[in-house]
């Protein structure tokens, strides 16, 4: 109740504020933002790198390469592109090319093609690495591999790494999920960390870095630490979501539109890397926040979902036709979701619940044989586990002691690394 309160206070804020002066004064300065306070002193004087995409603006929307291109002192020779590239003119999935940056000229190497590792050729005439991304909150979202690997390369080069630190769009207090097993990881489970992990990303880089989670050179099993520096945001705590800092939000991948849609990736995207399984409204208006099938009947779906009593979500039926996609064009019939009592909802448990809906409902429809593969499940997941258990009887109840063992000691542990 009382985090309930303050949220409901910082609204008003925002709203009294906007009244006044006609904008919404964002409550956050994002780390980019504090450094520009400080006259970029710890760049002087460096040639500087930046790994960035569209999100990375300040409050009235300047992008960072522009901010720091013309920052007095500031000598920025580089830009390095994750997926989407740099300025975001690519899409989800495929592959960034080396290239130049026709605003600045600058040089854009490409770390989602080739090598997603920066090379010693790219980083060549680096003396500070900056990191400015929006991060989702969310182990299989890529960006946070990226950083992983850019402060892997530049340790081992002896290049210093500069996180301008960003809010966690889901807030700073909710874990779910277990830990990657061995075997498992991958570019979309590359840390022991939970499927949510409740850091901002200034947060996790020190948690990796003091941690030795980056694997060391090749041949060698000695961590790979970098001289790490962090920027931290002013005003962001803890409890805050996204709505709640006043800041504009920029999408940070195609997928991702608004300021909510991460707390649906975490609740629909594991499903969704059943290829064949339902639609959760990729290629239409709602990314992640759609279950549906051409076969299904809505009505009968929220019923049962209904029946389980799931704390802070309700459901909705909805028909609609998506405009891209292997659905392109259909009518799917399914349930629209929305989490009602954030505090209270589990956000990763709402797919396997679907998942089981749908297999009481249409024993022919189960998950795992109607899909073509189920590699990428398992890498999301980070364990064949919650696979191989749940097929069995496709009931929750097997999984979910599995699905949050780890919660309580990550949180123990992530504490020593909160900054906020």
Same mark, same amino acid.
């Given at each position: 109740?009382?985090?309930?309160?303050?949220?409901?206070?910082?609204?008003?804020?925002?709203?009294?504020?906007?009244?006044?002066?006609?904008?919404?004064?964002?409550? *956050?300065?994002?780390?980019?933002?504090?450094?520009?306070?400080?006259?970029?002193?710890?760049?002087?004087?460096?040639? *500087?790198?930046?790994?960035?995409?569209?999100?990375?603006?300040?409050?009235?929307?300047?992008?960072?390469?522009?901010?720091?291109?013309?920052?007095?002192?500031?000598?920025?020779?580089?830009?390095?592109?994750?997926?989407?590239?740099?300025?975001?003119?690519?899409?989800?999935?495929?592959?960034?090319?080396?290239?130049?940056?026709?605003?600045?000229?600058?040089?854009?190497?490409?770390?989602?093609?080739?090598?997603?590792?920066?090379?010693?050729?790219?980083?060549?005439?680096?003396?500070?690495?900056?990191?400015?991304?929006?991060?989702?909150?969310?182990?299989?979202?890529?960006?946070?591999?990226?950083?992983?690997?850019?402060?892997?390369?530049?340790?081992?080069?002896?290049?210093?790494?500069?996180?301008?630190?960003?809010?966690?769009?889901?807030?700073?207090?909710?874990?779910?999920?277990?830990?990657?097993?061995?075997?498992?990881?991958?570019?979309?489970?590359?840390?022991?960390?939970?499927?949510?992990?409740?850091?901002?990303?200034?947060?996790?880089?020190?948690?990796?870095?003091?941690?030795?989670?980056?694997?060391?050179?090749?041949?060698?099993?000695?961590?790979?630490?970098?001289?790490?520096?962090?920027?931290?945001?002013?005003?962001?705590?803890?409890?805050?979501?996204?709505?709640?800092?006043?800041?504009?939000?920029?999408?940070?991948?195609?997928?991702?539109?608004?300021?909510?849609?991460?707390?649906?990736?975490?609740?629909?995207?594991?499903?969704?890397?059943?290829?064949?399984?339902?639609?959760?409204?990729?290629?239409?208006?709602?990314?992640?926040?759609?279950?549906?099938?051409?076969?299904?009947?809505?009505?009968?779906?929220?019923?049962?979902?209904?029946?389980?009593?799931?704390?802070?979500?309700?459901?909705?039926?909805?028909?609609?036709?998506?405009?891209?996609?292997?659905?392109?064009?259909?009518?799917?019939?399914?349930?629209?979701?929305?989490?009602?009592?954030?505090?209270?909802?589990?956000?990763?448990?709402?797919?396997?619940?679907?998942?089981?809906?749908?297999?009481?409902?249409?024993?022919?429809?189960?998950?795992?044989?109607?899909?073509?593969?189920?590699?990428?499940?398992?890498? *999301?997941?980070?364990?064949?586990?919650?696979?191989?258990?749940?097929?069995?009887?496709?009931?929750?109840?097997?999984?979910?002691?599995?699905?949050?063992?780890?919660?309580?000691?990550?949180?123990?542990?992530?504490?020593?690394?909160?900054?906020?």
């Amino acid at each position: 109740m009382a985090i309930a309160m303050k949220r409901l206070s910082l609204i008003i804020l925002t709203f009294a504020l906007t009244l006044v002066s006609g904008f919404a004064s964002p409550l *956050v300065k994002t780390g980019i933002e504090v450094l520009r306070d400080n006259d970029f002193a710890p760049l002087k004087g460096k040639r *500087v790198g930046l790994v960035t995409n569209p999100s990375g603006v300040d409050s009235h929307l300047k992008s960072t390469i522009d901010i720091l291109f013309n920052a007095p002192g500031v000598n920025l020779v580089a830009l390095y592109g994750p997926e989407h590239g740099v300025r975001g003119d690519i899409y989800a999935g495929d592959h960034v090319k080396d290239s130049k940056d026709e605003a600045t000229g600058l040089p854009v190497y490409s770390l989602y093609g080739a090598t997603r590792k920066p090379t010693k050729e790219m980083l060549q005439g680096i003396d500070i690495m900056v990191y400015d991304i929006q991060d989702v909150g969310v182990r299989s979202y890529t960006f946070i591999s990226t950083l992983g690997l850019v402060m892997e390369a530049c340790g081992e080069l002896g290049i210093e790494v500069m996180v301008l630190d960003r809010p966690n769009p889901l807030g700073g207090n909710r874990i779910e999920g277990c830990y990657v097993e061995p075997g498992f990881y991958s570019f979309v489970s590359q840390y022991p960390i939970p499927y949510v992990y409740g850091l901002t990303v200034g947060e996790l880089a020190v948690m990796i870095n003091e941690e030795g989670m980056n694997r060391g050179q090749k041949g060698t099993q000695e961590p790979a630490r970098c001289k790490l520096t962090v920027v931290p945001m002013k005003g962001w705590t803890r409890d805050m979501l996204y709505e709640d800092t006043g800041l504009p939000w920029v999408l940070p991948s195609p997928n991702i539109p608004f300021k909510d849609t991460p707390m649906y990736y975490a609740a629909a995207g594991i499903c969704g890397e059943l290829a064949g399984f339902m639609n959760i409204g990729i290629g239409y208006t709602l990314p992640f926040q759609l279950f549906g099938a051409t076969w299904l009947d809505p009505d009968k779906l929220k019923a049962k979902l209904d029946s389980y009593g799931l704390p802070g979500i309700s459901f909705r039926t909805i028909w609609y036709k998506p405009f891209s996609g292997s659905q392109q064009g259909k009518l799917v019939k399914g349930l629209q979701y929305f989490f009602t009592d954030y505090e209270n909802a589990r956000l990763t448990d709402t797919q396997f619940y679907v998942m089981q809906a749908v297999a009481e409902l249409y024993p022919d429809k189960k998950a795992f044989e109607v899909i073509s593969g189920y590699g990428l499940f398992d890498k *999301v997941c980070g364990t064949d586990y919650v696979r191989t258990e749940f097929k069995k009887r496709y009931n929750v109840t097997d999984i979910i002691e599995y699905w949050r063992k780890d919660e309580e000691d990550f949180r123990t542990l992530s504490q020593r690394y909160q900054i906020y």
